[in-house]
């Protein structure tokens, strides 16, 4: 290891230190704040981790989300807490198989379609279940699991999820991925089985999120499925990875980041407006920066880097 | 039973109606729009303003809202879409871009009804005086919609088949690198046919609006279905847009009597992945080589 | 790499067809690559070569008829499959990975084995590789910077990281001049020497005659004739796929 990574690992230990005693110094809004960042931060990062190298829009990111809220809602009482946590990645995972094997073999389209349906679908079915099996609606969350809790485990999933993105980068599955980007057809060819490491890539990316899921459902004392599946979530997510770029481990991050604030700023503020607020800022990262803050330091970055300008 | 399948071709009818101006939007212009059920649920609120505010009847309206509809299309494709268009590498690109700036826009046009309106359900009553047809009652304001649905459904198709400029534009549906090459305006084709689904989509807002309740936030479920009903039938084939929307229909409404009305949406999806995995182009799309 | 000659052909096509809409790309087609020999797939312009060669290769499924190759039957199987079973190859618009280096375009034939290689097999694979198709020095260079020669080099580099049995080449000699022509020739023959099975479809009628051992003349969709180069390009049913006839004008050319 060079100098700098040593100094970079060291540096990378001492924040997480810093951050894991922040519920000490804290008050209650400034730890609710932290959490919100640190729930953007790993939905998007997981996000991003799939849509990526895959160039797929998920706007399945609710429903995920949604089924481990549930998942603690049914089992948090009569369960121990990892069991739970465990069950829900389970499911989780097992949920994106199903949708990536139906799904990912067709065209991006059709997958964007079936994931801009996915969390209304299992909202249906749940309500659905709820009524005709159990006969109740709504449930109320009893698990004891305090705010500092949720800010630890939230920051030890947001390691988690940096280190198997960075994992994966340095993979036979990081490699296949790259090549499936550049040529699908080449990458069949040589020898990758494209629908496996799709399917693959996706389900890591849903045992993320909807681990935060079951993680944050203790925030709520009440849970139905109109709270744990709602939309905006999905939405956020997309425009937080793009504001950042996708392409790059840490783009999410650099987007969840700035925007969570905004939003929490705008849900606040201007509760009435947050919808046309949030659709402008989406439009405005679209056009002006396509490629995210990511792709905006590459091209700042390489100019530096070739002083005359090569001509293209 | 008859009473189960007659209320699925009605609702087919208007999946079918809904769909149509899609298909012209993303068959012919390429653009995946997701704001497409906003822009319905818009229409809805023009019918709905102009029923109760200025008692101007719906059908008359129509002459007021579909104009419009046209006009905002144009606006849109020429500001919004066409520097996606021009910087879009190839048509995935396109997509993509397509699909995230109209997700932008769902936001922008929900946020404006939402301020307007709020989020309350509204609905008017027009035209609801029970018919009995076939030994079955419904209310004339559906039955209405349903002739007109399918009245625009054959004017679109007669245009698109029969004329020269409805031939044109299916050329750019079917190959624009082509079109291209005998003297079609591509550009020109493309914002027109993406205007014409403006055009269709605001239409069936204004005949939804006569029988169903909505909201702001009712434009999701709507693009969700015409999606559906677009990529099961083939994109850019108006007749794969009839039978795909009756097919969800029926199966939504035999789902609902015999088996449980909290399933519909599962049945859909499961048709919807049912075809595309016997027919990855859809039922009447082009198989590609 | 010696190969045993053995009766049992590597690759044997029978009765294939496929067809698209109305249009039977294939119809109905034999065809045998056995162990070290060159077989060309000739024929005109949509004949339906390239169709063959991806009814093989697994990007199409057929309709029916059977491909066994290696003695294994691999019609309908996908074509990730059928690459690790070692039949590699190449495309007609070539296809090389732009946004990586050329050591990676090749590496990408060589990490996905079965069983895996290791590194150190994986790196001195990739060396030898670029320096048997002539491209020892590039490996650092972006693949995006290739002309078009190296274009095609690179390519059957990276299919023979595959270590394949069986290789398809798609017109692979297409556009290049002469002099590059006569390089890429002696190439595909070094590989014949190597004990490699290969079917190509070709236009370049030279690069037939010299290359190959045997020759199947495909014209929509049906075999019309097979032999030795000589043979099949003096036939009157290939000549009259290739130039048509006019009635009352005869077709000597």
Known sequence: MSPTHIAAVIAVGAGLVVLALLPRYADAYYLSLAISLLQFTVLATAWGLFSGPTRYVSLATTAFFGVGAYIVAVLGEVLAWPLVLLIAAAIGALMAVIVGISTLRLSGLHFVIFTFGLAELVRQLVIWYEVNKTRVLGRYVFVDITQNDIFWQLLGLAVAVFAIGWLIARSRLGFALRIIGEDETVAKHCGINVTLAKVTLFAISAVFITLVGAIMAPRWTYIEPSIAFNPTISFQVVIMALLGGAHRLWGPAVGAIPLTLLFEFLSARFPATSTLIIGVVFLLIVYALPTGVAGLWERVSRRRAAAPPVQA | MTNAIFTGLMLGGMYALIAMGLTLQYGVARIMNLSYGEFLVAASFASYWLFTGWALNPLLGLAIVVPIGFGVSIVLYRFLLTPLVRRAATRDALEVDSLLATFGMMFIVQGIMLTMFGGAYFSYSFLSIPVTLFGETLALNRLVAFGLAVLFGLALYVALTRTRFGTAIRAVAVDPQAARLVAIDVTSMSAFAFALGGAMVAAAGVLVSMFLTFSASSGVIFTMKALMVVVMGGVGNLLGCLVAGLALGLSESLVATFVDPGLTLAVNFALFLGVLLVKPAGLFGRAQR | ?253
Not at chain 3, 32 to 50: D, R
Not at chain 3, 52 to 68: E, F, K
Not at chain 3, 117 to 144: K, N, T
């Open chain 3, 1 to 253: 790499m010696t190969v045993l000659a053995s009766s049992a052909p590597v690759l044997e096509v029978s009765a294939l067809t496929r067809a698209f809409g109305g249009l039977v790309a294939v119809n109905v087609i034999d065809l045998a690559v056995h162990s070290g020999e060159i077989v060309g797939l000739l024929g005109p312009n949509g004949s339906g070569k390239t169709t063959a060669l991806n009814l093989i290769s697994g990007v199409l499924r057929p309709d029916s008829g059977t491909i066994r190759f290696a003695g294994q039957a691999i019609n309908g199987m996908p074509a990730h499959r059928i690459a690790r079973l070692g039949l590699a190859r190449t495309f007609q618009l070539v296809r090389v990975l732009k946004g990586m280096s050329c050591a990676e375009n090749v590496k990408a034939g060589l990490v996905f084995h079965r069983p895996p290689l290791s590194r150190g097999e994986i790196d001195e694979s990739v060396d030898r590789l670029l320096r048997h198709v002539g491209l020892s020095d590039r490996g650092g260079l972006p693949a995006a910077g290739l002309t078009y020669i190296d274009c095609k080099r690179l390519e059957l580099a990276r299919a023979l990281a595959l270590k394949p049995r069986l290789l398809l080449l798609d017109e692979w000699l297409a556009g290049l001049n002469p002099s590059e022509l006569l390089i890429g020739i002696e190439l595909i023959r070094s590989l014949k020497e190597e004990g490699l099975s290969i079917l190509l479809v070709e236009h370049v009628m030279d690069a037939i005659r010299s290359l190959c051992d045997r020759c199947v003349v495909m014209n929509s969709g049906r075999r019309i004739a097979e032999g030795r180069p000589d043979e099949v390009l003096a036939d009157p049913a290939v000549i009259e796929a290739y130039l048509g006839v006019s009635p009352g004008v005869s077709t000597d050319a």
